[in-house]
């Protein structure tokens, strides 16, 4: 039941995008009805649109008596301006991510062939005995021909009784492919494994706790008809949303990061970061990096978080595009105490900085476009964040008077408000749209300040919580 | 690197789409804070108070647009000064949002409506006529709370106001205290406000000694570090002459609009407060500013009535010139200063009682009726009003505000005399200049108090004269006479008077050091045909009488329901009245003077007050008249002699 809303979406989404099998879900409505949703529609976004241009203005003016009333100047002036239209230009780039989206799938000339590659799920799993079998049903499940799917479950040495419950279902469907470990390897190398062992064209890497939404996979297969496409992300969502408020921010987040972030990335076919939830790749172009992948290191010690934006990195170093699939959907469980999700938070920001490094030797090289738009500045945002929010709180309140700080904190919360005006323009539905305000608070006063946090421990590579591992969506500006 | 290609190749038009509409954005934000920057009307400040400001329109559109109460012309005019409106209620330097709001709501509901600083100018140059009900409302320091918490009340009550700018702290790059240039063009274009100056760079301590004291910049000579001196007072004139123009110059240079008053900086009743190195300094900068400007804004010191008098206004005829040269102004503006604490009720009350009070004028205390205490303490209201000297201080003076414009009149006061000197006032100009009748156990005196020095024109012994509970002394005023009453019997007099006011109440106990009169109820009536506050008195009798300067008549007892004025008799010779003809409240009050004239050759028997003590109400006016025709030829007669 808490998936509810998500199944109402599915149906309410838009038909622009790749396969249309969802088409079959949606229950009959009348001609009346469409038409009147459309109109209602019309005046939903006639009401978005103006609330862009009154909000626009209003940070406008905020932006300025912020940096009237902090007596911000020269670099740290043009600075305020340069943020707020990255912030913006990330707004502006993913309303044209549909449109680039479909681009993307029909541009290949074999368009109106049969395109029906076999595909791989991939299990990597740790002491899931809970959600193993219902992952591997899942994955089942999918609306694709039984020949050809496969499931790879990865057993990487489990204490519990997760083996067991992985071999139960193993007899009962046989086209399971258990790899069975003795010695725990962790979830990098499970994957490589499942790479090895694939014989799907399309390999779909998935969380051992996430979901998959069974109608979507020949979304997430399309794509790839494009010889270009290496990876596509699913969407994913958090499945234990409305569990307290931390994980319904997170839902919010979750959606801002990849409907928002991703989708903007997406744009120009270079998403940094297949989300590790659940994310598809091309096999034959996975397999020379496995062992450059598996041997990463920084700072003279083996990487061991950030595996899915690592991997995803040199799928773009070959030169391959990246997609984002708002129409491929994925559960994942988040979370659930603050503690957990700052440490989570962490780790992120870790792989975000390590593989940033790395993707800034070839960027340039790759697409100067996106690294100068979106990869430096992006890059010089993040540590510039919190720097500016400790200026705000620690600083300007005692030389300037604490108006700078209220104008600061009023200029956030009018650019989260535009993101807020966004997301309600994507879906309708999601109902935590609200949470973004506690985002961007709790992103002020707290999470912004975890990447030096991240930066002072980088050389503590513990895996942490095996089962919170999970990857980066993207990382907040 | 195929791929690759085909990525440039494909994603072009998101690129450029996403290129111009970033820069399209980067462009807006730059030039709209650019903008905002430049534009107080977009400051969040503003928006804020647009809003209010709408809210208070519509709960207020029933007063925005009251008429006036009367239409009669005002004689003087109240102005009021406020600093900043805050909204700590706890500030006690400055009125708040709300009680100002209150304030002017209750104004206007009053009838009361501002009038332009253009306007006002006019008025005191007598060149205008403005409704009565009219106040001036300023504001000092033209801080940026001088405007965007006023400006709304300004536009829901279809009031103005006047900003008094300090023109170095206005220029003060990205100032948040002061209103920016900007801001003033703004508040002028709204033709809600004018400006006028409050000096170039007067407003902060300047110091005065090698150890950095701070004086005051218009009253003490500066220390000038490099030549380790004070300025000498050649120097001192300079700056501040080079400030007062400087202020003035950059003010019109900048605004285009004529600058005609200055607000002293720190002002109070002797220029500026504070000075102690340059005694004369503050009456130097006075003079100096004189010269720059037409008017001077200072606060009012309870030595002064309240409303401020136009510089001509003895041309109206109805006061004597004398008198109108001391009330009227011909520089000086006195203000009120709201004080925090101040209600609605109160300020009102304060304006209403400054008002020009109509004779017979009756007060038993029962509240404050406008009672100016220039020293001393007073307790008043509750019927009871307690006149008493402060400690180490011999006397206590009080005033009636709205008295001053009275011309011939009887005042009585019944007070419980229990010991020290009682002085009546009649012709209180301000605190300084006023006649008196001195009462002291056995013995009256009249008195005239020039620029705060008393003469004494007139004294006796007598008797009956008292101290007791419930006696009643009084003072009479009317034509070029001063009379003292005990116990409404007239007991001296002199005729030595030069000019009209209003009336007060002082006392003195120089052995006790510790002077208090009760006083349980004041009549101020009046006398001649002075019932509509008229005074007549010809200009030009302004010299003594000796013939009757000694004559002190016997007292005669009245009764307090008749007219108290002990008539003269009649005087054989007969002049023609020219004198009287161009006084038009008199003719206003009697249309036909010309029969009248014609029965003072037959002096009617009523005026003769032992024989008829009871004058109706409606022969009143016209027997006053009559006695005053009489008396007049008397008065005028001696002046040959003199």
Same mark, same amino acid.
């Given at each position: 039941m808490k998936l509810a809303w998500t199944t109402q979406s599915l149906q309410n989404r838009s038909s622009a995008v790749g396969n249309d099998m969802w088409r079959n879900y949606v229950s009959p409505q009348t001609q009346e009805q469409v038409e009147h949703g459309r109109i209602r529609n019309i005046w939903y976004q006639a009401l978005l649109f103006g609330a862009t241009i009154v909000t626009l203005a209003a940070i406008i003016i905020i932006k300025s008596k912020s940096t009237e009333s902090a007596n911000v100047d020269g670099i740290l002036l043009f600075y305020t301006y340069f943020v707020t239209t990255f912030q913006l230009s990330r707004l502006v780039a993913s309303v044209m991510y549909s449109s680039s989206y479909q681009r993307a799938l029909s541009e290949h000339e074999a368009y109106q062939d049969v395109y029906e590659p076999k595909i791989s799920f991939v299990i990597p799993a740790y002491n899931e005995e809970g959600e193993i079998q219902n992952t591997i049903r899942n994955c089942l499940q999918a609306h694709y021909p039984t020949h050809l799917t496969e499931v790879i479950v990865i057993n990487d040495a489990s204490t519990d009784s997760t083996r067991q419950k992985i071999l139960e279902m193993k007899e009962q469907y046989p086209q399971i492919i258990f790899v069975d470990w003795n010695k725990n390897q962790g979830k990098r190398h499970g994957m490589a494994e499942g790479f090895r062992q694939a014989s799907g064209e399309i390999v779909i890497q998935l969380d051992s706790d996430s979901r998959i939404d069974p109608r979507d996979i020949r979304n997430v297969v399309e794509p790839f008809r494009n010889p270009s496409i290496g990876a596509v992300s699913y969407h994913t969502e958090p =499945?234990? =949303?409305?569990?307290n408020v931390l994980t319904r921010m997170q839902a919010a987040y979750y959606f801002l990061s990849f409907r928002i972030l991703k989708a903007a990335e997406s744009t120009f076919r270079m998403v940094f970061c297949c989300s590790g939830c659940a994310s598809a790749y091309r096999r034959n172009i996975i397999l020379p990096l496995l062992d450059e992948w598996l041997t990463e290191s920084f700072l003279g010690l083996p990487v061991t978080w950030g595996d899915d934006r690592s991997i995803t990195n040199r799928v773009i170093k070959l030169g391959y595009d990246t997609l984002y699939s708002s129409t491929v959907r994925a559960y994942t469980i988040v979370p659930t105490t603050l503690k957990q999700f700052v440490k989570q938070q962490i780790r992120w920001k870790k792989g975000w900085f390590v593989n940033s490094l790395f993707a800034s030797k070839f960027v340039v090289k790759r697409d100067p476009f996106v690294a100068f738009t979106y990869f430096f500045p992006l890059m010089i945002v993040t540590i510039m964040t919190p720097i500016m929010a400790a200026r705000a709180f620690l600083y300007t309140p005692f030389v300037h008077g604490f108006t700078s700080t209220f104008y600061y904190m009023l200029g956030v919360f009018a650019v989260a408000i535009l993101f807020i005006i966004f997301y309600r323009f994507y879906s309708k539905d999601n109902p935590y749209y609200r949470y973004i305000f506690l985002w961007a608070l709790l992103n002020m006063v707290l999470l912004s300040y975890m990447l030096f946090v991240a930066l002072l421990t980088i050389q503590n590579r513990g895996w942490g919580t095996r089962g919170v591992l999970k990857p980066a969506p993207a990382t907040a500006t | 690197m195929q791929a690759q290609a085909l990525t440039f190749r494909k994603t072009n038009n998101y690129k450029n789409i996403f290129l111009g509409i970033s820069a399209v954005l980067l462009l807006l934000i730059i030039s709209g804070s650019v903008y905002v920057a430049n534009e107080p009307a977009l400051s969040l400040r503003a928006l804020y108070e647009d809003a209010r400001g709408l809210a208070l329109s519509a709960f207020w559109t029933p007063y925005r647009n009251t008429p006036p109460s009367s239409d009669a012309t005002a004689r003087g005019i109240p102005v009021l000064t406020y600093h900043r409106l805050v909204s700590d209620a706890s500030d006690v330097n400055n009125v708040s949002i709300g009680n100002f709001q209150d304030q002017m709501l209750a104004l206007k509901k009053a009838g009361w409506q501002t009038v332009s600083l253009a306007d006002f100018e006019a008025f005191m140059r007598g060149q205008k006529v403005l409704p009565e009900k009219s106040f001036l409302l300023t504001f000092d320091d033209a801080a940026k709370e001088s405007y965007y918490p006023v400006d709304p009340v300004l536009k829901a009550l279809n009031y103005q106001a006047v900003d008094f700018v300090i023109v170095a702290s206005s220029e003060i790059p990205r100032t948040t205290y002061y209103l920016s240039p900007k801001e003033l063009q703004e508040m002028l274009a709204s033709g809600r406000w004018s400006i006028g100056s409050h000096s170039f760079d007067g407003h902060r301590p300047s110091p005065v000694d090698a150890q950095g004291d701070n004086g005051v910049f218009f009253a003490d000579r500066i220390w000038i570090p490099e030549e380790n001196r004070l300025e000498t007072t050649q120097e001192f004139a300079e700056r501040v002459t080079n400030d007062l123009t400087h202020a003035k110059k950059e003010l019109e240079e900048t605004y285009k609009v004529p600058i005609n008053s200055f607000a002293f900086p720190l002002g109070n009743e002797t220029g500026i407060a504070g000075a102690n190195n340059y005694p004369e300094g503050a009456a130097k900068t006075a003079e100096i500013a004189r010269g720059v400007y037409s008017f001077g804004f200072l606060q009012l $010191?309870?030595?002064?009535? !309240?409303n401020n008098f136009p510089i001509f206004s003895g041309t109206a005829n109805d006061i004597p010139s004398e008198t109108a040269k001391m009330l009227g102004s011909t520089f000086e503006v006195r203000r009120i200063h709201v004080d925090h604490d101040w209600d609605s009720a109160h300020l009102l009350s304060i304006l209403e009682n400054a008002r020009t009070k109509r004779l017979p004028f009756e007060d038993d205390f029962t509240q404050d009726n406008g009672w100016i205490t220039s020293w001393g303490k007073t307790d008043v209201g509750r019927n009871n009003f307690v006149l008493t000297s402060d400690t180490n201080s011999d006397s206590a003076l009080t005033f009636l505000d709205g008295s001053e414009l009275w011309g011939d009149y009887s005042f009585d006061a019944a007070v419980n005399w229990t010991g020290g000197d009682v002085f009546v006032l009649g012709?209180?100009? $301000?605190?300084? $200049?006023y006649d008196s009748c001195v009462f002291s156990p056995g013995h009256v005196k009249v008195q005239m108090t020039k620029d705060g020095i008393a003469s004494t024109v007139s004294e006796k012994d007598d008797p009956n004269i008292a101290l007791g509970n419930n006696v009643r002394v009084g003072i009479r005023v009317h034509g070029t006479t001063i009379e003292c009453a005990w116990n409404f019997g007239s007991i001296a007099e002199a005729y030595t008077r030069t000019n009209s006011g209003g009336v007060g109440l002082m006392v003195s106990n120089a052995q006790t050091r510790n002077a208090s009169l009760q006083v349980s109820s004041i009549i101020a009536r009046p006398l001649g045909s002075d019932t509509q506050n008229a005074v007549i008195m010809p200009e030009t009798q302004t010299q003594q009488q000796p013939q009757t300067q000694t004559s002190v008549q016997s007292q005669k007892p009245i +009764?307090?329901? !008749? +007219?108290p004025l002990p008539l003269p008799q009649p005087s054989p010779v007969q002049t023609p009245q020219t004198q009287i003809q161009p006084q038009p409240s008199l003719q206003q009050e009697e249309p036909s003077p010309q029969p009248n004239q014609e029965s003072t050759s037959a002096p009617p028997t009523s005026t003769e007050p032992s024989s008829s003590p009871q004058i109706s109400p409606q022969t009143d006016s016209q027997s006053l008249l009559e006695l005053r025709l009489q008396q007049e030829p008397n008065a005028s007669s001696t002046a040959p002699t003199q």
């Open positions: =499945a234990n =949303a409305n569990e | $010191n309870r030595q002064q009535f !309240t012709d209180v100009v $301000n605190s300084k $200049n +009764h307090p329901q !008749t +007219h």
